[in-house]
């Protein structure tokens, strides 16, 4: 074929303008992502900052007696900043959340939590605590520390009951589907192994990626789950904005959600 030919250099050119078009769309469209990105995120620190200072007066009242047991789930390179760590718990306190669920996979935070509880006023164990300790009038905060072992073998025991349980109640020959567990049968086999657990009702994650970082799942029955972004760069009015939408919205129980 001669190279020569008009129709195929035409044909060429109008190839590369067409390659050419396509990565300036992407490009444009790249940018376009980045400022929306790069303006929302001033838009945030600013808001944020304004809520730490008060000039947003619906941030300044919670019903943080909504807010029972709250969850923070921390990437395994975060869990070691514990000054961090500590900060997070202390602006906690401030807000008037009563009970605090730590979590890091490795349980690094369950190494440390001699320290942390020195470092953070009024704070105590949970598993120390009784039902007056972590009453809405009492100013502390109790801390259970988690880690993704917690618990496993609390949980076969509870199983292996529910089973004995279900395989006692059956009637094969009269199954009517009748037979099916519920969270109360779950709690209440957790209860007679020694187990008291304590399911969040809000779980707070700190991390680089939109995801629970290994939660027990087994323990995530209704919660609502918020991505807060790094904890190096964690913000008082972020935190209290999150906390305030929860305790701000009529609760549907039985979905759980992920921002």
Request: aromatic share 8%; with cysteine; proline share 3%.
């Amino acid at each position: 074929m001669d190279s020569n030919d008009p129709m195929l250099l035409l044909s060429s050119r109008i190839g590369q303008i067409g390659d050419l078009g396509l990565d300036l769309l992407w490009r444009f469209l790249h940018i376009i992502v980045t400022l929306c990105h790069i303006v929302s995120g001033i838009f945030e620190a600013i808001q944020s900052y304004a809520i730490s200072l008060g000039l947003i007066q619906k941030y300044s009242s919670i019903d943080i007696e909504k807010l029972r047991c709250l969850a923070v789930v921390l990437d395994i390179e975060v869990a070691r900043d514990v000054a961090k760590v500590v900060e997070l718990l202390q602006w906690l306190k401030t807000i008037g959340v009563k009970q605090v669920g730590l979590f890091d996979s490795q349980g690094l935070l369950k190494k440390s939590k001699d320290m942390i509880l020195e470092m953070v006023p009024g704070s105590m164990l949970l598993q120390e605590t009784g039902e007056k300790d972590i009453s809405p009038d009492r100013k502390g905060i109790a801390i259970e520390f988690i880690s993704s072992s917690d618990n496993k073998e609390a949980v076969v025991k509870a199983a292996n009951i529910l089973l004995q349980r279900h395989l006692k109640a059956s009637h094969p020959e009269k199954d009517e589907g009748d037979n099916v567990f519920t969270e109360s049968h779950l709690n209440e086999a957790l209860r007679v192994v020694g187990e008291n657990v304590h399911v969040p009702d809000l779980m707070l994650v700190y991390g680089p990626v939109r995801s629970h970082l290994g939660f027990p799942a087994w323990r995530l029955r209704y919660t609502e789950i918020v991505h807060m972004g790094s904890l190096k760069y964690m913000r008082y009015g972020s935190l209290l904005k999150a906390i305030h939408k929860f305790t701000g919205v009529r609760q549907n129980y039985g979905k759980s959600f992920l921002f």
